[in-house]
């Protein structure tokens, strides 16, 4: 049942629990999706904000943020990109009730994440571990909870359909 489903009162009993859960499975996939968002847009930043002005050759470069056409670069310009939209295809398969390539999207942006982490990580210029630890384990629990709230029951079919 989805939330416009749960919400009308089609000769039937209103089912308060089914709409909360569809609701709640929304809002935590909006902000699951916003997450990928911030991640993405953080990436973006942090890439923006090269090493213009303090730029060392390679051998004199302390580490690979200090050097401009170092593959971490374009590594994580890439990653951004590469776990925002399996994240927005979970979602949207998860509301089409495919739950197992739903999960498979939603692992395919925690492989794409990580990695994306495990690059930046090493910069010294950027110390993000603190400030994104937690909101990393929340917002990805929100995703996980809202892939299984949205993909729960029988697929949605047309009116009509058999």
Not at 9 to 33: C, M, P, V
Not at 64 to 79: D, G, M, P, V
Not at 143 to 151: F, K
Request: charge should be neutral; proline fraction near 3%; aromatic fraction near 12%.
């Amino acid at each position: 049942m989805t939330l416009v489903e749960a919400s009308r009162n089609n000769g039937r009993r209103f089912d308060r629990l089914e709409f909360l859960k569809e609701a709640g499975g929304a809002f935590l996939a909006l902000g699951f999706i916003a997450w990928a968002l911030y991640v993405a847009g953080s990436a973006l930043l942090f890439t923006a904000m090269s090493c213009d002005e303090s730029c060392y050759r390679p051998d004199e470069a302390p580490d690979w943020s200090y050097y401009l056409n170092s593959w971490q670069w374009h590594a994580i310009t890439a990653l951004a990109f590469a776990q925002l939209g399996p994240a927005a295809i979970a979602v949207a398969l998860a509301y089409r009730k495919a739950k197992r390539v739903a999960l498979l999207a939603l692992a395919v942006h925690l492989v794409a994440l990580l990695t994306l982490f495990a690059i930046w990580a090493t910069s010294e210029r950027w110390d993000f571990t603190a400030s994104v630890v937690v909101p990393f384990f929340l917002a990805e629990a929100g995703g996980i909870a809202a892939v299984a709230l949205l993909s729960r029951g029988e697929r949605s079919r047309p009116e009509g359909s058999t």
